[in-house]
Nanobody, 115 residues
Framework: QVQLVESGGGLVQAGGSLRLSCAASGIISSDNVLGWYRQAPGKQRDFVAQITSGGLTRVADSVKGRFTISRDSAKNTVYLQMNSLRPEDTAVYYC?????????WGQGTQVTVSS
């Protein structure tokens, strides 16, 4: 089994920064994709960013230039550096790992941006 634990969420003022972390444990394949998604109240869960085990990244247009995804494969940890935060970034942020044709999700961490 695989477990994901997110941390780093919180309350921040608009224009501020937060750094989210997600640590994966259990049986982790060397070939995987780690990603971040977010879900605002009453809305669907949306893609934010992802990074492959080879270091290739993809970022949603809505956060491009403000959010950066990175990983420490030795620690099976993925990070999301969020700068210039806006109230519309308020959501629960979820970490996901895709490996061996399966997806595993974390429990989510709340990010609230006040105006």
């Amino acid at each position: 089994q695989v477990q994901l634990v997110e941390s780093g969420g919180g309350l921040v003022q608009a224009g501020g920064s937060l750094r989210l972390s997600c640590a994966a444990s259990g049986i982790i394949s060397s070939d995987n994709v780690l990603g971040w998604y977010r879900q605002a109240p009453g809305k669907q869960r949306d893609f934010v960013a992802q990074i492959t085990s080879g270091g290739l990244t993809r970022v949603a247009d809505s956060v491009k230039g403000r959010f950066t995804i990175s990983r420490d494969s030795a620690k099976n940890t993925v990070y999301l550096q969020m700068n210039s935060l806006r109230p519309e970034d308020t959501a629960v942020y979820y970490c996901k790992i895709t490996q061996l044709w399966r997806d595993y999700w974390g429990q989510g961490t709340q990010v609230t941006v006040s105006s």
